[in-house]
């Protein structure tokens, strides 16, 4: 075989040490979907206010055109009104679309995310050569061989949290928490801090997908897997 398809090949075995397990996908993916569902809650109650928002401003809106059609407000209050409360609608309307959006978006990118940490290898092994050095851009923001085919790397944004051992960790201890509640313990488990998404998932929507793009230099060596 080529020098290249030695490192392919240790690349493929490379996403097969760190990709995720069965039982772990499951792990991590509940205990995101509960993390997920507490952070929904407080986008459910933005949306809800932004909802009221926009529907008192249109009441307005009513109300000063028949305050105007009944002479009671003159043309230049009108406008002067009609250009505010337009303005505030604009803004609530921008900021409901943009928690709809980005959160829904956000979360179906993460699962995306999750379920490609968990088949990474195959990915790569069935990828097309001219998108496997797109697929390692979008794993990892370093990855080096040495001239004895050892592979080492640093993963990229956000497969570096999906896949870290402390949020491994703690979302097995979520699962045997629930299992012993489950089984009618009266004693709770400890309360566990929510993991601060926005902080935690930075970049999530910039490198999940195979498509994603990364530095041009990317191996750091002369051995480049996927040309």
Do not use: W
Not at 35 to 50: C, F, M, P, T, Y
Not at 53 to 75: F, G, M, N, S, W
Not at 91 to 97: K, V
């Amino acid at each position: 075989s080529s020098d290249l398809d030695v490192v392919e090949e240790q690349v493929a075995l490379h996403y097969q040490f760190i990709r995720l397990t069965d039982e772990q996908l499951n792990d991590v993916r509940e205990f995101i979907l509960s993390e997920l569902e507490s952070a929904g809650k407080n986008i459910d109650h933005e949306r809800k206010v932004q909802d009221r928002r926009i529907h008192r401003l249109q009441a307005e809106q009513t109300k000063l055109l028949e305050a105007h059609y009944a002479d009671a407000v003159p043309l230049d209050l009108m406008k002067k009104e009609q250009k505010r409360i337009q303005a505030e609608l604009e803004t609530a309307e921008r900021r409901l679309a943009l928690i709809s959006g980005d959160f829904e978006d956000g979360k179906s990118k993460l699962l995306k995310a999750l379920d490609l940490a968990a088949r990474c290898e195959q990915g790569y092994r069935d990828a097309a050569p001219m998108l496997r050095r797109t697929f390692n851009q979008a794993f990892f923001s370093k990855l080096l061989i040495d001239d004895d085919y050892t592979v080492t790397s640093e993963l990229a944004e956000p497969f570096d949290k999906l896949l870290d051992k402390n949020l491994l960790e703690e979302a097995s201890a979520r699962k045997n928490d629930s299992r012993v509640l489950d089984r009618g313990s009266e004693k709770a488990p400890d309360e566990l801090n929510e993991v601060e998404f926005e902080d935690t998932f930075r970049g999530a929507d910039e490198k999940i997908l195979v498509g994603a793009g990364g530095p041009s230099n990317f191996f750091g060596h002369n051995h480049i897997a996927g040309g």
